[in-house]
């Protein structure tokens, strides 16, 4: 059975060395080579990085004469920021519960009449 999408982004991004990729590509375009340069690995291993990106719709890569430049497919994140945005509203709602009830149980104890153990 295949991943869904979101599953196959979220791996990929799992890996430091993906997520810098990423973050690298956000700013330009990048050969394989150009990508590779600042880590301790080889080539090929950067390429299978990149393919692990292509896999998850992440990265593309073009046909530009010889070089076949690295593209960040930002719709992909699109997906994601909609998963987080929707566990993040559901987080604050609770949060907003949670503050009422609070609130409520300071103003009650405001109005309620000290204890006997608290007059001791």
Aim: glycine share 2%; aromatic share 4%.
């Amino acid at each position: 059975m295949a991943a869904d999408p979101l599953s196959l982004v979220f791996s990929a991004l799992s890996d430091p060395i993906r997520r810098d990729i990423v973050a690298r590509l956000a700013g330009a375009d990048a050969t394989v080579n150009e990508l590779a340069e600042p880590y301790d690995v080889t080539v090929q291993a950067v390429s299978k990085h990149i393919k692990v990106l292509e896999d998850a719709g992440l990265v593309s890569r073009s046909k530009d004469a010889q070089r076949r430049p690295c593209h960040l497919e930002a719709e992909v994140f699109d997906l994601m920021t909609k998963w987080i945005e929707r566990y993040r509203r559901e987080a604050e709602e609770r949060f907003r519960r949670l503050d009422a009830l609070l609130e409520g149980m300071d103003e009650q104890s405001a109005t309620d009449p000290p204890t006997k153990e608290a007059t001791s």
